[in-house]
């Protein structure tokens, strides 16, 4: 049956309509995909920011504790809260050395000597200068050293090298005796040292706490 020319006029009204609408809808879902994929890159940023956020606060809190010396072992005191963790001798010495570690860095130095007094003894020494000495896997003492930056490390009533006889007996009972090491003090059976000179103003020059290899 032949068309009339209006009936096809109508077939091919609704032919362009049809075609029109797919091309909306096709375009409505492609802006659509385009929106959610910024949106997922502009999460995943965020969530990458936050990352390297909370990377960077954990670094920063690591540079907010203190190490502190004791005569019952080593002190982290964290500056913020003042909460004080003890690393007391005759703990184990590789959680000393984590302990340590987390505030100073991995060691430096690890050495051994066997000719000790009171037997082989280990020695760890940080890049800082202080060393902790250990017997059987114990953590037994520590060392400061002139000239390194340990040389700055104090006991939290602020004895350290370079304080003064005067400085000692105002927080400790000293005693002090003349050896072959020098002039040696013993504060309170805890902290133990050579003086400059046996008088008030005699400086702190080396000091020490627990076990040590000293050769008498």
Not at 12 to 31: P, Q
Not at 46 to 67: G, K, M, Q, S
Not at 103 to 123: D, H, I, T, W, Y
Not at 138 to 163: C, D, M, P, Y
Request: proline share 1%; hydrophobic share 40%; with cysteine.
């Amino acid at each position: 049956m032949a068309l009339s020319t209006s009936s096809l006029l109508l077939l091919l009204w609704f032919a362009a309509c049809s075609n029109t609408s797919s091309d909306t809808v096709s375009g409505s879902e492609t802006n659509n995909l385009q929106t959610t994929v910024k949106d997922t890159e502009s999460s995943l940023t965020e969530r990458e920011a936050a990352d390297n956020i909370a990377v960077e606060t954990e670094t920063e809190n690591l540079t907010d504790t203190l190490l502190a010396l004791s005569g019952d072992g080593l002190l982290l005191i964290d500056e913020q809260s003042g909460k004080t963790q003890t690393i007391p001798f005759d703990t184990d010495i590789a959680t000393s050395t984590v302990a340590i570690s987390s505030v100073l860095g991995e060691p430096m130095q690890k050495n051994r000597n066997s000719e000790c007094s009171a037997g082989a003894m280990s020695f760890i020494t940080w890049s800082n200068g202080l060393s902790i000495n250990a017997i059987k896997d114990r953590f037994v003492g520590w060392t400061v050293h002139q000239n390194t930056e340990s040389a700055n490390l104090t006991t939290v009533n602020n004895i350290g090298l370079g304080k003064t006889l005067a400085d000692l007996e105002a927080n400790y009972n000293v005693e002090v005796t003349e050896s072959t090491l020098g002039i040696e003090f013993v504060a309170s059976d805890s902290l133990f040292g050579l003086l400059s000179a046996n008088k008030p103003d005699g400086i702190i020059i080396n000091l020490w706490s627990g076990i040590a290899c000293n050769f008498r």
